[in-house]
């Protein structure tokens, strides 16, 4: 009788071990690509400071925000998978650890797409028609996909250069050191942070408000 050779049966388990390792070599390596363009973020950011631009900055450093925030929620997600796919019943999470990389396939291909090369991010230093229309498109996309949290980072975030940016411009300025935060200044901060919130809020859901408005109009005709 002949040897017949069979090629091992890779079981289900096995291809979402493999998926999963793939995905997660790919996530890191967009983190060490990413790190160029979110450094160069916050330089633009820094420079619209300098030239008292603050629209442009929080509009670069909220792109970074978001950019860290995909690839971390990401990196989470595959943590998550993992520990679901070595569970010995793993017949019970199958579909789950299916749809979860499903989307964890969807939001690497996002991830390539907001990367999008250092060019596109030099677009949000640019005065020209193709700059502004570039920051337009990213000023969009960003509404409504960022928690108040991250929000509320970002403006930190630009405070904190604001003052680098004041050190820079005004070297003899004497600095003072921070003292403690009371907690009447805590709670200050915290109505601020929800009056932004809510701002943010207004600002999303008039462009719809203004929408129904306009559909509406005919009738009253």
Do not use: W
């Not at 929620?73 to 499903?102: C, H, M, P, W």
């Not at 990213?138 to 409504?144: A, F, N, T």
């Not at 600095?175 to 709670?187: D, R, S």
């Amino acid at each position: 009788m002949g040897n017949t050779s069979s090629s091992p049966k890779i079981s289900a388990q096995d291809r979402a071990i493999l998926d999963m390792k793939n995905q997660r070599d790919k996530l890191h390596q967009y983190q060490k690509r990413i790190t160029v363009i979110t450094d160069r973020e916050t330089d633009i950011a820094k420079e619209c400071l300098v030239r008292g631009d603050r629209s442009k900055a929080l509009l670069a450093l909220r792109r970074k925000k978001f950019q860290e925030s995909l690839l971390a929620r990401t990196d989470a997600q595959l943590e998550t998978l993992e520990q679901l796919t070595s569970n010995i019943e793993f017949a019970l999470v199958q579909k789950d650890v299916i749809y979860g990389l499903q989307q964890g396939t969807a939001v690497l291909k996002q991830i390539h797409a907001e990367m999008g090369g250092i060019e596109n991010v030099e677009k949000l230093l640019g005065e020209n028609e193709d700059a502004r229309a570039y920051q337009r498109e990213v000023s969009e996309m960003l509404g409504g996909k960022m928690s108040n949290q991250e929000e509320d980072d970002v403006e930190d975030e630009l405070d904190a250069l604001e003052g680098q940016v004041r050190a820079v411009n005004e070297p003899d300025a004497v600095v003072y050191p921070t003292a403690p935060e009371t907690a009447l200044e805590a709670g200050v901060h915290q109505v601020e942070r929800k009056a932004r919130a809510r701002e943010r809020a207004r600002e999303q859901t008039q462009p719809q408000v203004q929408a129904h408005g306009q559909a509406a109009e005919p009738m009253l005709a």
